[in-house]
């Protein structure tokens, strides 16, 4: 059973992305399961060539010194040519009608994410339509069977998984037929400066997102700056107290109580952040030096993503070729 997970270097990992994802991939994910850093997926609205680079790299850093076997991992654009070809062989597969009803899609472009220049829809990246289809030549060519993602991903895993069917009936069996499951979740974090919003790497103000790579005294600084709610005396409370209940679950994951229970324990405001700053600080610590060490060390960094990207070309090297001479090519 092969699990495959992407993350985007949309921005630095952040505190959310390790506690509700990636320090589960590493403890609970199974011996087969794939992890890679979708930097292909980052290019389809407006984006910094130089960064995206930098943050790919960083990504996939942060993933390996979260744990994870540097087995299981790589990075996407590493094995773009086959992504290409695949993508062009599934989007010969794929209806317009198909990529143009993704919901996703559909909100995006209607927000008039076209590179904040006039055109509308028209003005929007072709990749945003066709983005759902290389993604499901991230999933065919792997051979994946599980898709673990949240409800805005399902519509695509369906796609792959339409086309995958579709391919297999037309031109001949190729492709396991892939299934969207529920993906191992631990806390929901919140923005620490807007804890009605979730945390997010791509926030355009990251005064509340605490970072992976974040120096303890930057983290003590913005845990202390949340914003809370009323009162003085932690209780508790999602709904009417969600600046509280936010560092009380963030505390709970890195500490392993009870957000409630916590709550108790704690006579203000400013000792729970205190405890909070302490227990972030502690869980962050060894990504962070892990990661710096792997970024300082360019030949093992470059020896690890080489082998990664070596491992993912060969698991779908065969798919590739069989693929594009079923479909006439070659
Ligand atoms: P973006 O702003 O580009 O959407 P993101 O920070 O939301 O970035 P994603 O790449 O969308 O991160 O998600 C990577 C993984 O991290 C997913 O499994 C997602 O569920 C998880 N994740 C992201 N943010 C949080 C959060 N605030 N709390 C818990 N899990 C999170
Ligand atoms: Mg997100």
Redo the contacts with the bound molecule.
């Keep these: 059973m092969v699990q495959l997970s992407g993350?985007?270097p949309?921005?630095h990992a952040?505190l959310?992305?390790h506690?509700?994802?990636v320090r589960r991939w590493a403890a609970d994910g199974g011996p087969e399961d794939l992890y890679f850093v979708s930097d292909l997926h980052a290019m389809t609205t407006q984006h910094n060539p130089a960064r995206l680079r930098s943050l790919a790299t960083e990504q996939l850093a942060v993933l390996v010194a979260s744990g994870i076997s540097p087995e299981r991992v790589f990075v996407q654009s590493d094995i773009a040519r086959d992504l290409g070809a695949l993508t062009w062989v599934l989007e010969c597969t794929c209806a317009y009608g198909e990529a143009a009803r993704m919901i996703q899609f559909k909100e995006k472009s209607a927000r008039g994410e076209a590179d904040g220049k006039p055109g509308g829809q028209a003005g929007v990246r072709l990749s945003l339509l066709t983005y759902p289809v290389l993604m499901a030549a991230d999933i065919l060519l792997q051979g994946a069977d599980e898709v673990p993602v949240?409800e805005d991903q399902r519509q695509h895993v369906e796609l792959a998984r339409t086309l995958a069917k579709r391919f297999n009936a037309t031109y001949g069996e190729v492709f396991t037929v892939p299934t969207a499951v529920l993906?191992l979740?631990g806390?929901?974090?919140k923005d620490f400066a807007d804890p009605t919003r979730?945390?997010?790497?791509?926030?355009h103000d990251s005064a509340g997102v605490v970072f992976v790579l974040d120096e303890p005294d930057q983290v003590r600084r913005k845990i202390r700056r949340a914003r809370t709610d009323g009162g003085s005396v932690p209780a508790y409370s999602p709904e009417t107290r969600p600046g509280i209940a936010n560092l009380l679950e963030v505390l709970a994951a890195c500490t392993g109580g009870d957000p409630a229970a916590l709550a108790d324990e704690y006579p203000s405001y400013g000792v729970l952040k205190d405890a909070v700053a302490d227990a972030v600080i502690e869980e962050l610590r060894p990504i962070r030096e892990g990661t710096k060490a792997l970024l300082g060390d360019v030949a093992e960094l470059e020896r690890v993503r080489k082998a990664g990207a070596a491992r993912a070309a060969d698991r779908g090297a065969h798919r590739v070729s069989a693929a594009l001479r079923l479909i006439g090519a070659g």
Excluded: E, H, Y
């Excluded at 979730?198 to 926030?203: E, I, L, Y």
């Design positions: 993350i985007t949309s921005g952040q959310g992305n506690l509700g994802a949240g993906p979740t806390a929901r974090v979730k945390m997010s790497k791509s926030a």
